[in-house]
Each structure stands twice: as structure tokens, then as C-alpha cells.
């Protein structure tokens, strides 16, 4: 498998690239059918109304501590679904974290994707970040960070967390 | 615990020989059929052979412990089948050359000026290591192995590396080395005791459960091949010990403080080993040196009494030993313990003499670390922990202070104090420079003899 550079799928015009050390996901999914939506609308709405503690998304978004923000949105008309991140660093770096974190969500949302991954996520490593590069649809740079050099870690540690 | 088939893993995977000694040959194979014949005798268990040491516990130790190592120019020149060749990870197949920027063998430590033939990647094929607990051993082993594979001939020595350990088990900038090393499950248990868990035999052989949920690192097929084989990367580290000694002065005269403890925030362990965690206002001389790995950044289960030193004050976060091995520490991805590797080798040249600081001969470490994947394990060290400063809080844009690249301008190290700001030190640069690397796949025994089966029919 030939390495690829991220975002490198991109179809979004490219700009001044930025410096900083946060990069933007924006990982957009298309959904089989509608029943699909309508099931992935149900489990979406369970975990994300569970309190932060039972929420899987959020416990493991918190253990990486390499996510600065993360939403779910859902697209033209319920067909796709996007999951939109700034996260620290290289994605490819920590893929294998990231499964082991949110690996469990992740089958339960692509299993109602189309051209989705080979499942479970966490035996087919390459073929998930192959994916998520693909439909990744990242940002027109620059990316605007109003703190270009700051990560989660160094936030957090300066808000004495 | 699963059992492991000791006696099918090359030796230096799971445990540490202590041979004062070692002598790296880099080979070039020059007849598939020869090189298979000289292979298949390394396993052959003819006693009047030099016989490939396995993992399997000795009664008494050998005199000389060998090993083999081969490139992916290498197996290709042992005329592996190409679907055999497709089936090995990316990097490895790349090598050390087309990686290089990847770990920060940059500039200097660029693969152009390479020495010892690597940086012409096509030419090494095999890494034939002898660790020896003598130079005369080590000579005799030597002159025996040149006989065997010179026949024909089955391979052609490029270079040769010679290692030599320093008194006092230390290595060349005065730090004790060696003393933390995984415990693999189903594998011998380390000299001085880990606190850590152990690792999943997965994290460094191939064919087991890994590191990481539900995954085993894919093994090169045929499985005869892959199973029980991992990787390694061969390192020579030249390391300028006039520099750093000078920096340590220099930090000294900036900040006020003792060399010795400079020397022991760098590094995050006194150059006795003792480590800052356990001891940090002076190099405890009374620490067994059993307790030298019993501790951590943070509590846990292991040890609910170490100290919380989530900034550092202690240790600093940005010192060699935390970068490499955050163990508890709050770092990114929640990874600090799935990154470990097998640290084997030994220093080569002359001790450094303080009174002669200058004397042009080159001095450092014939480094071989150890694991299952070379992108995740020693790149990712490299890559993410030595040049990034992203992994863990507060470090601004700082490098590991002993083994990053610190030859910009402006390269810092951070000496975080409670209640101030931290102390900056200026004025680092490159300490060592990667003076020649190489990817080898290590098979299995098994494996070994597929190899030669497959070279010997040419």
C-alpha cells in the first residue's frame, strides 16, 4: 500500500497551507438508504443523550486526549453523515489508538454506510484509515486556528487540568 | 499465560546476552544457492558449525550467541517468491535509506553520508550479528563464519561494525544504559524487574496477538516465513561527547545549577541510572539496582505511591527516557504503553577522555531496537516522542534533548519548576548523528531454513 499523503484525496481546492498543529477532519459517510439513516439517527441519539460518562464517544474522545472538538451533523437530506474533528497531530500516527478508543462506534456507524470498510474496525486497520482518508474531505486551507501551536494536552495542563 | 516457542525465536528477541562484544557483518549475498547452504548451516545443528542462538533458557551461557537479520534487497537477492516480497510491511520494504526523513535522519545524519556501504541500500543484504564474551572469542567465531559464508562465495562482506561495551555498563555520555526493557508474555523475565505490564507476545513477534484490540500485526506469508520472525533496525549513533559535555557546562553557567543535575534532567535518569522519578535532588547511591525500574510518572495500580509528576517537576517531560518511555504519563492517544521497544547493541570506540576532548575519533552506539513493527515501535519513537513536541503537555516546540534533532537554531530544553516558569536551556544541538542504518526482517528458526530452502534451490 502506497503511502498516502492526507487529504490527498481531497476534492476541496487547497490554499496556504497551515502551520498548526491542530488539523481538521471532515470525514463525510454516505448512508446505504433511508433506513439506514433512520437507524443510525437512533443510535446516535441514544449515545449522545447518555450523560458523558456513559457516552461512549465522549469517554473515549476524552482518554486520546489528542481531539479538540468533535459533531456529528447529518447531510443533504439525511444521506450522509459527517463527523467533523480538529484533532492534534498526524491521524495516521495514531489510527491504531483511535480504533482502540472508538473502534466499537465506528462498526455500529459504518455498518449502514455504503462502500464502507471491511468490519470490525479493529481487524482491518489499513482498509478504516484507507477510508477515512478517502471520504475525508478536510478543509480549504488555510486551516484558521487562533492557537496555532497549542494542542489539547497543552490546554489542558495551562487550564490546570 | 500462552507458551511461547522459545526455541523457535531468535535469541536477542527476548532476552539480553551481556557479551562485552559484538560484530555486526553487512553482507551482500553473491549466490542465492551458496547463501543458502551457508544459512541452512546456522540451523543445521552441526556442533562443529557456529549453530544461530534461539531463545530457548541455556544451562550455561554460550561463549558466543549469533543472529541473522535480512533487508528486503536481501530477501529479494535470496530469490524469495515476489508474492513472498509483497506480503512484508511498507516501511520495511522502503528501508532505512527512503525513511530516513521520516526519524530525523536529516543534514548530517542524512543516508548520503552514510558510512559502512548503507547508504547504498541495494548492496546490504543480511545482518549476520556475534555477540562474544571475549576478542579473542569474538576473532576465532569471526574467522570461522568468514570460512563458511566466503565458500563459492555465498555472500561478500560489505563492512564489518565492532562493538565493544565501556566499563561500567554505561554508555559513551556516562549514563548507565540498558536498564528498561519490555517483559514479553511466555518470554524470559527481564534482569532488573519491570513495574510496567507486560507485553503481549504480539507486541514483538509476529503470529500473536498484539498491543492493540483484537490485532495481529499481518504476517508475511508463507506463514512458515512470517510466524515467530519480528524487525529491526540497525543503528550506528555517533555521539559527540565533547559537545555535550560542553552544553552541560554551558547549562550549568545559564541556569545555576550542577552539570550532574543538568546531565540527570536531560535524560530523566542520573548517570548512575538511578531515575529523577525515585531520586530527584541527587543520584541515590543507595537505590538497589533492582529498584531502578520501579517507577512511574503517576500512580498506579503497580505502584500507588508514585509521585503525580504530570508536569514535571520532578522529571521533565521532554527528557530522554520520559519521550521514550512516557510509561503512566498523560500523553496523546493515550499510548504510553504501546510503543515499546527491545533495546539490544553496544557501544563502539574508545571511552571519551575529558582531558583530550577533541581527538577526532569517532565514538557512539551500535544501536538494535526491536519490535513487531517498525512504523509503530521505532519510527513512531523517532517521529512522534524524539522531534515532535505535540505528544504531551508543555513542550513548545522542543526535541529529545539526547537522540532529536536539535541542530536548528534556537533549540531549547525545558526544565519545568513548580510555581515559576520553566527553565530554558539554549544552546543544544545535534549530540548524535545517525551515522548508518538498515530494516532487517528477523525470522524465525523455522523461518531461517524456509529461507535457505528457497535460496539453496537459487
Given at each position: 500500500?502506497?503511502?498516502?499523503?492526507?487529504?490527498?484525496s481531497?476534492?476541496?481546492?487547497?490554499g496556504?497551507?497551515?502551520?498548526?498543529?491542530?488539523?481538521?477532519?471532515?470525514?463525510?459517510?454516505?448512508?446505504?438508504?433511508?433506513?439506514?439513516?433512520?437507524?443510525?439517527?437512533?443510535?446516535?441519539?441514544?449515545?449522545?443523550?447518555?450523560?458523558?460518562?456513559?457516552?461512549?464517544?465522549?469517554?473515549?474522545?476524552?482518554?486520546?486526549?489528542?481531539?479538540?472538538?468533535?459533531?456529528f451533523?447529518?447531510?443533504?437530506?439525511?444521506?450522509?453523515?459527517?463527523?467533523?474533528?480538529?484533532?492534534?497531530?498526524?491521524?495516521?500516527?495514531?489510527?491504531?489508538?483511535?480504533?482502540?478508543?472508538?473502534?466499537?462506534?465506528?462498526?455500529?456507524?459504518?455498518?449502514?454506510m455504503?462502500?464502507?470498510?471491511?468490519?470490525?474496525?479493529?481487524?482491518?486497520?489499513?482498509q478504516?484509515l484507507?477510508?477515512?482518508?478517502?471520504?475525508?474531505?478536510?478543509?480549504?486551507?488555510?486551516?484558521?486556528?487562533?492557537?496555532?501551536?497549542?494542542?489539547?494536552?497543552?490546554?489542558?495542563?495551562?487550564?490546570g487540568? | 499465560?500462552?507458551e511461547?516457542?522459545?526455541?523457535?525465536?531468535?535469541?536477542f528477541?527476548?532476552r539480553p546476552?551481556?557479551?562485552?562484544?559484538?560484530?555486526?557483518?553487512?553482507?551482500?549475498v553473491?549466490?542465492?544457492?551458496?547463501?543458502?547452504?551457508?544459512?541452512?548451516?546456522?540451523?543445521?545443528?552441526?556442533?562443529?558449525?557456529?549453530?544461530?542462538?534461539?531463545?530457548?533458557?541455556?544451562?550455561?551461557?554460550?561463549?558466543?550467541?549469533i543472529?541473522?537479520?535480512?533487508?528486503?534487497?536481501?530477501?529479494?537477492?535470496?530469490k524469495?517468491h515476489?508474492?513472498?516480497?509483497?506480503?512484508?510491511?511498507?516501511?520495511?520494504?522502503a528501508?532505512?535509506?527512503?525513511r530516513?526523513?521520516?526519524?530525523?535522519?536529516?543534514?548530517?545524519?542524512?543516508?548520503?553520508h552514510w558510512?559502512?556501504?548503507?547508504?547504498?541500500?541495494?548492496?546490504?543484504?543480511?545482518?549476520?550479528?556475534?555477540?562474544?564474551?571475549?576478542?579473542?572469542?569474538?576473532?576465532?567465531?569471526s574467522a570461522d563464519?568468514?570460512?563458511?559464508?566466503?565458500?563459492?562465495?555465498?555472500?561478500?562482506?560489505?563492512s564489518?561494525?565492532?562493538?565493544?561495551?565501556?566499563?561500567?555498563?554505561?554508555?559513551?555520555?556516562?549514563?548507565?544504559?540498558?536498564?528498561?526493557?519490555?517483559?514479553?508474555?511466555?518470554?524470559?523475565?527481564?534482569?532488573?524487574?519491570?513495574?510496567?505490564?507486560?507485553?503481549?507476545?504480539?507486541?514483538?513477534?509476529?503470529?500473536?496477538?498484539?498491543?492493540?484490540d483484537?490485532?495481529t500485526?499481518?504476517?508475511?506469508?508463507?506463514?512458515?516465513?512470517?510466524?515467530?520472525?519480528?524487525?529491526?533496525?540497525?543503528?550506528?549513533?555517533a555521539?559527540?561527547?565533547a559537545?555535550?559535555?560542553k552544553?552541560?557546562?554551558?547549562?550549568?553557567?545559564?541556569?545555576?545549577?550542577?552539570?550532574?543535575?543538568?546531565?540527570?534532567?536531560?535524560?530523566?535518569?542520573?548517570?548512575?541510572?538511578?531515575?529523577?522519578?525515585?531520586?530527584?535532588?541527587?543520584?541515590?547511591?543507595f537505590?538497589?539496582l533492582?529498584?531502578?525500574?520501579?517507577?512511574?510518572?503517576?500512580?498506579?495500580?503497580?505502584?500507588?505511591?508514585a509521585?503525580?509528576?504530570?508536569?514535571?517537576?520532578?522529571?521533565?517531560?521532554?527528557?530522554h527516557?520520559?519521550?521514550?518511555?512516557?510509561?503512566?504519563?498523560?500523553v496523546?492517544?493515550?499510548?504510553?504503553?504501546?510503543?515499546?521497544?527491545m533495546?539490544?547493541?553496544?557501544?563502539?570506540?574508545?571511552?571519551?577522555?575529558?582531558?583530550?576532548?577533541?581527538?577526532?575519533?569517532?565514538?557512539?552506539?551500535?544501536?538494535?531496537?526491536?519490535?513487531?513493527?517498525?512504523?509503530?515501535?521505532?519510527?513512531?519513537l523517532?517521529?512522534?516522542?524524539?522531534?515532535?513536541?505535540?505528544?504531551?503537555?508543555?513542550?513548545?516546540?522542543?526535541?529529545?534533548?539526547?537522540?532529536?534533532?536539535?541542530?536548528?537554531?534556537g533549540?531549547?530544553?525545558?526544565?519545568?519548576v513548580?510555581?515559576?516558569?520553566?527553565?530554558?536551556?539554549?544552546?543544544?544541538?545535534r549530540?548524535?548523528?545517525?551515522?548508518g542504518?538498515?530494516?532487517?526482517?528477523?525470522?524465525?528458526?523455522?523461518?531461517?531454513?524456509y529461507?535457505a530452502?528457497?535460496?539453496?534451490?537459487?
Amino acid at each position: 500500500m502506497a503511502p498516502t499523503p492526507p487529504g490527498s484525496s481531497s476534492a476541496a481546492p487547497q490554499g496556504v497551507k497551515s502551520a498548526t498543529v491542530q488539523q481538521p477532519l471532515t470525514l463525510v459517510m454516505t448512508i446505504k438508504s433511508d433506513n439506514d439513516y433512520q437507524a443510525l439517527s437512533a443510535l446516535l441519539t441514544k449515545i449522545q443523550s447518555a450523560p458523558p460518562e456513559q457516552n461512549p464517544i465522549w469517554k473515549a474522545l476524552t482518554i486520546l486526549n489528542n481531539v479538540h472538538f468533535a459533531r456529528f451533523v447529518f447531510l443533504e437530506q439525511n444521506t450522509k453523515l459527517a463527523v467533523i474533528t480538529t484533532y492534534d497531530g498526524t491521524f495516521e500516527d495514531y489510527i491504531n489508538e483511535f480504533i482502540d478508543a472508538i473502534g466499537d462506534v465506528f462498526n455500529a456507524l459504518l455498518a449502514h454506510m455504503k462502500d464502507g470498510p471491511q468490519l470490525p474496525v479493529q481487524q482491518n486497520r489499513d482498509q478504516f484509515l484507507n477510508y477515512v482518508r478517502s471520504n475525508d474531505l478536510r478543509a480549504i486551507e488555510p486551516f484558521y486556528s487562533a492557537y496555532p501551536k497549542a494542542t489539547v494536552l497543552d490546554i489542558k495542563a495551562a487550564l490546570g487540568q | 499465560m500462552p507458551e511461547l516457542p522459545l526455541e523457535d525465536v531468535q535469541g536477542f528477541v527476548l532476552r539480553p546476552y551481556g557479551r562485552p562484544a559484538l560484530r555486526v557483518f553487512l553482507l551482500r549475498v553473491e549466490s542465492a544457492p551458496s547463501a543458502g547452504r551457508f544459512l541452512r548451516s546456522l540451523v543445521g545443528g552441526d556442533a562443529s558449525v557456529p549453530q544461530l542462538t534461539s531463545a530457548a533458557p541455556w544451562v550455561t551461557k554460550p561463549n558466543f550467541c549469533i543472529n541473522v537479520g535480512f533487508t528486503y534487497a536481501g530477501l529479494a537477492a535470496l530469490k524469495l517468491h515476489p508474492q513472498t516480497l509483497a506480503s512484508f510491511p511498507a516501511e520495511f520494504v522502503a528501508g532505512a535509506v527512503n525513511r530516513a526523513a521520516r526519524v530525523g535522519d536529516v543534514d548530517e545524519s542524512a543516508p548520503e553520508h552514510w558510512k559502512g556501504g548503507l547508504a547504498d541500500a541495494s548492496r546490504i543484504h543480511t545482518l549476520l550479528f556475534v555477540f562474544a564474551q571475549s576478542d579473542a572469542i569474538l576473532d576465532n567465531v569471526s574467522a570461522d563464519l568468514r570460512t563458511l559464508f566466503g565458500k563459492c562465495p555465498a555472500f561478500s562482506e560489505v563492512s564489518v561494525q565492532d562493538g565493544r561495551a565501556l566499563p561500567g555498563s554505561v554508555a559513551h555520555f556516562g549514563y548507565r544504559d540498558g536498564l528498561s526493557q519490555p517483559t514479553v508474555e511466555g518470554g524470559p523475565r527481564p534482569s532488573v524487574a519491570e513495574v510496567l505490564p507486560t507485553a503481549p507476545a504480539g507486541e514483538f513477534l509476529l503470529g500473536y496477538p498484539s498491543q492493540y484490540d483484537s490485532f495481529t500485526y499481518p504476517v508475511p506469508q508463507p506463514r512458515e516465513l512470517g510466524h515467530n520472525g519480528t524487525f529491526l533496525a540497525f543503528r550506528i549513533l555517533a555521539q559527540n561527547c565533547a559537545a555535550f559535555e560542553k552544553f552541560l557546562v554551558s547549562a550549568a553557567t545559564q541556569t545555576g545549577l550542577d552539570p550532574e543535575l543538568i546531565a540527570a534532567k536531560l535524560c530523566g535518569r542520573w548517570r548512575s541510572g538511578v531515575p529523577l522519578a525515585l531520586s530527584p535532588q541527587s543520584a541515590d547511591s543507595f537505590l538497589p539496582l533492582e529498584q531502578y525500574n520501579a517507577f512511574d510518572y503517576a500512580p498506579t495500580s503497580e505502584l500507588p505511591n508514585a509521585n503525580d509528576d504530570r508536569r514535571g517537576y520532578r522529571c521533565p517531560i521532554g527528557s530522554h527516557v520520559r519521550r521514550m518511555n512516557p510509561r503512566h504519563s498523560l500523553v496523546a492517544g493515550n499510548s504510553g504503553l504501546k510503543r515499546r521497544i527491545m533495546r539490544r547493541g553496544l557501544t563502539y570506540g574508545p571511552p571519551y577522555d575529558p582531558m583530550n576532548p577533541d581527538d577526532g575519533i569517532e565514538r557512539g552506539l551500535l544501536g538494535l531496537f526491536i519490535g513487531v513493527s517498525l512504523k509503530d515501535q521505532f519510527e513512531f519513537l523517532m517521529s512522534d516522542w524524539a522531534n515532535k513536541a505535540t505528544f504531551a503537555p508543555g513542550l513548545r516546540d522542543t526535541r529529545d534533548p539526547i537522540n532529536g534533532d536539535n541542530s536548528g537554531p534556537g533549540a531549547t530544553f525545558l526544565i519545568p519548576v513548580e510555581g515559576q516558569p520553566p527553565l530554558e536551556l539554549v544552546g543544544l544541538s545535534r549530540f548524535v548523528t545517525c551515522r548508518g542504518a538498515a530494516y532487517c526482517f528477523l525470522p524465525g528458526i523455522t523461518a531461517l531454513k524456509y529461507v535457505a530452502g528457497v535460496a539453496g534451490k537459487g
